[in-house]
């Protein structure tokens, strides 16, 4: 390697991070080129995975010494996708040393870096880690305002009510040393009425997952009220009794005739206590070891929200202490009661199976959420009539 | 009198002594509320009409099947009635399980109502 000075690496990754936010893509992946030549190696070039986590799509004008990258590359079977898959560092040794680094943005996967040096030295791997890093960073605070960087992640148009539902969505994997929860929605472009939200406080993770009734644009507007109903009530400083009244009020009143079913949870991150309210919804299932402990968190629900006064209102809330390694899986029916075009179910069962096989393989919550979507999609030949959605939270306490 | 919606769903009502039975064959779904609001509508039943909703011939319902219910249960009390559902098994006894509308749609106690409902 070239023995660069860590003050020289110093001074390239500031002219990245300076560079970085003021102009589009294809200026990124220059800047980004730049600074790797700058830091002694060949070249590196940025991908990022599309809406649907299938492909791995470089940023327009990216190139290296040999040429163009323009082609995107496959998640499921190429080492590029086996960096971002398992968010580990891949390499390969063909002439060059090549390596693949996962782009994180917090804690969400959102592409992958190919470096190429003339050798992987430890030090080369770190700079690499670095500029990584650095890139996410650059990445994530253009796709707020950049139409170029979010059309480079489509595959086709979305829907109205789609691009509301994700507007209004947070981060998909967040987490602490304690604690690590991933959601996911499908169809992504046709998504309407299926949200959820995550969120932190030091001592809470905080879970909802709700789905409003229909697949037209009112029912996005249920979920988006029924998120910015849960956070207004929750940032307040609210109660989960609270959350659900203000969010059962709320929506009665702006989307009337229309119901929503709903889970809202707290996990306690020191004790493992999950406390939970059930609107109507399926249950959530708790993963133990490699299998799925059979109706440990299902109770009798409340009704679910936004029917209005004529129904009598509850928020009985529910506890459970979960075990250290611990998941819960919160979902909506569409990912176990949608038929398939041949009229059969995806089922319970179906989904136990895939949970409890991903688990026993030592794969992470986010690809676990990642491939059981696929696999619904694949199942229903692409046609989903309803929309599926999930949350899978982990609690990993002293990990 | 019966009548088959576009989705398949089969309503047949019968109405006798104060209640008016309304039988469901197929799937319930958010496409049956027309047809459901239709039939209890065309049945002609006095004020204060007990309607039992009859799903021993539903094999599949979803979400959207509870809602459609719930339009009926909201008919039946502006009528000054009531409603309730008989005969659910299997699936659909699971969704009416989960939806937490069990309780709601369970028949009231002989000469009374239930007590938390106005």
């Not at chain 1, 909802?208 to 849960?230: E, I, K, R, W």
Request: charged share 20%; glycine share 10%; with cysteine.
């Amino acid at each position: 390697m070239t023995g660069m000075e860590d003050s020289a690496f110093a001074a390239a990754v500031k002219r990245l991070l300076d560079q970085g936010p003021a102009g589009g893509p294809e200026q990124l992946a220059d800047l980004v080129r730049r600074t790797a030549q700058a830091m002694g190696l060949n070249s590196a070039v940025v991908f990022l995975a599309d809406l649907q986590q299938r492909d791995l799509v470089p940023l327009p004008g990216s190139r290296d010494n040999d040429g163009m990258w323009s082609r995107p590359l496959g998640i499921e079977d190429t080492l590029a996708g086996r960096a971002y898959r398992t968010t580990a560092t891949q390499s390969s040794q063909d002439g060059p040393a090549v390596l693949w680094l996962p782009l994180v943005d917090g804690r969400t996967r959102i592409g992958v870096m190919r470096a190429e040096a003339d050798e992987a030295t430890a030090e080369v791997v770190d700079w690499c880690r670095a500029l990584a890093s650095a890139t996410a960073l650059l990445v994530a605070s253009q796709a707020t305002h950049s139409d170029e960087l979010i059309r480079l992640t489509r595959s086709r148009p979305m829907r109205v009510a789609a691009e509301m539902v994700w507007a209004f969505l947070p981060p998909t994997t967040i987490g602490n040393g304690r604690v690590t929860s991933t959601g996911l929605l499908e169809p992504a472009y046709q998504v309407a009425g299926d949200a959820f939200d995550h969120a932190l406080t030091s001592d809470t993770l905080h879970l909802t997952l709700v789905d409003a009734m229909g697949h037209d644009l009112a029912s996005g507007q249920s979920s988006a009220v029924a998120l910015a109903g849960c956070r207004a009530t929750r940032r307040a400083g609210g109660s989960l009794a609270e959350i659900v009244t203000d969010v059962d009020k709320e929506l009665a009143e702006w989307v009337p005739g229309r119901m929503l079913t709903g889970i809202f949870a707290d996990l306690d991150l020191a004790t493992g206590t999950l406390e939970w309210i059930n609107c109507g919804h399926p249950p959530p299932l708790l993963l133990r070891g490699h299998h799925i402990v059979s109706g440990a968190l299902e109770r009798t629900p409340v009704l679910p929200l936004g029917l209005g006064p004529r129904y009598p209102r509850e928020h009985t809330s529910h506890r459970f202490a979960l075990r250290p390694g611990d998941r819960i899986l919160l979902h909506t029916d569409g990912l176990t009661e949608a038929r398939s075009p041949a009229g059969e179910i995806f089922g319970d069962q179906r989904l136990a199976d895939f949970v409890t096989r991903a688990a026993s393989s030592g794969e992470s919550a986010q690809e676990t959420a990642r491939r059981l979507l696929h696999a619904i999609l694949d199942y229903h030949q692409h046609q989903l009539r309803d929309d599926a959605a999930l949350l899978i939270a982990e609690w990993h306490p002293g990990s | 009198m019966g009548t088959d919606d576009a989705a398949g769903l089969g309503i047949q009502v019968a109405y006798a002594a104060g209640t008016l039975t309304v039988t469901l064959t197929g799937e319930v779904d958010l496409d049956s509320v027309a047809g459901l609001h239709q039939a209890m509508e065309e049945a002609h039943a006095p004020w204060g009409t007990r309607v039992v909703i009859d799903l021993s011939g539903v094999a599949f319902m979803d979400s959207a099947g509870i809602h459609a219910l719930l339009t009926c249960y909201e008919l039946a009390q502006d009528r000054g009635g009531s409603l309730s559902v008989t005969g659910a098994h299997g699936v659909v006894e699971r969704v009416l399980h989960l939806s937490g509308t069990l309780t709601l749609f369970r028949p009231p106690p002989p000469g009374g109502t239930r007590p938390g409902l106005n």
